[in-house]
């Protein structure tokens, strides 16, 4: 019943600032923009521990969150030299990691940095056996350079046959639920091409921050062109030279902006940006990589 000395219109008005007020907290946490999240990695391969056990605890006394773990070498093999192939040895990683609240966040097929992914005649038993052993570990995501021999610019003449075995590799990553991150010599534009000519969402782009800066390109812009969806994961570091601290060329506070902008999350992981000085210093050189992209990524 209203009360006397109002008027119903009153009565109502007020009834609708209540439920306004009682509404406000719930819409104003709605509109209150999600807080984007970016754990900082190593590559056990740069930290001079290629498959190694004690890459593990060298990540944990560098102040990463995680480790990228490379397939093992390549050379005219059929496949990769992989130890993580053996249940014995990989379940000493597994049991390690977790020991140490570390991640293995992706494996690195970086055997194709300087063989042919084009050419090999076995590449899809390679492919497979990162796959399975990435199903074994629970990693998600796959590092495949397309490397000096499937440089598109300099062999434009390997991309029909790039392109069929990038289909292939799509099918294979999709049966496998994973996703494989591609490194190629393209601008974004150029690669924003060549994935929609593979057509699969299995396979997206491994950005790797030197590539635009040692060419001259806009890093923020490219990252932009390409956008959330075509990015799986960063290496996030420059070539070697300074700390990226130090790296005149490389605003990490407009790139933190920049994936703001466009939503994009996940894993930074360090690959180089050592100090030319002192280069096999793996502690001090990733130490201070691993402490500056948390100060900006995770401060």
């Known amino acids: 019943m209203p009360h006397p000395t109002l008027s119903r219109r009153d009565f109502l008005g007020a009834g609708s600032l209540l439920l306004a007020s009682l509404l406000l907290p719930q819409a104003s946490q709605a509109a209150k923009p999600k807080r984007l999240t970016y754990k900082i990695a190593v590559v056990d391969l740069m930290i001079l521990k290629r498959q190694k056990l004690g890459a593990l605890q060298l990540t944990k006394d560098i102040g990463a969150d995680g ?26 990683f597994i049991d390690k990691a977790k020991e140490l609240n570390l991640e ?15 050419t090999r005649p076995t590449y899809e038993r390679m492919v497979q056996d990162c796959f399975d052993t990435m199903k074994a570990l629970g990693v998600k995501v796959a590092f495949l350079p ?40 393209l601008d974004a534009t150029g690669e924003v091409a060549l994935l929609k000519e593979i057509g699969s969402k299995h396979i997206q782009i491994y950005f790797n921050f030197s590539n635009p800066l040692k060419e001259g390109r806009d890093l923020n812009q490219e990252l932009r062109i390409l956008g959330r969806k075509r990015i799986c994961q960063m290496h996030a570091t420059d070539e070697d030279g300074v700390w990226l601290q130090n790296n005149t060329r490389l605003d990490m506070q407009k790139v933190k902006q920049t994936l703001a902008d466009i939503g994009w999350q996940g894993w930074l992981v360090i690959e180089r940006s050592r100090d030319a000085t002192d280069p096999r210093n793996v502690k001090k050189n990733f130490g201070a990589n691993a402490a500056y992209l948390k100060s900006v990524f995770q401060g």
């Open 104 to 118: 293995i966040c992706s494996l690195a097929m970086t055997g194709f940095y300087a063989q042919s992914f084009a």
């Open 146 to 185: 397309l490397g000096t021999q499937g440089d598109l610019r300099k062999n434009p003449e390997l991309r029909p046959a790039i392109v069929e075995r990038l289909k292939v590799v799509g099918r294979l990553a999709q049966k496998a639920g994973v996703v494989v991150g591609i490194e190629t010599a």
């Open 67 to 92: 480790v990228e773990i490379d397939m093992g070498g390549l050379g005219q093999r059929d496949t990769f030299d992989n130890q993580l192939a053996n249940p014995e040895i990989r379940q000493q």
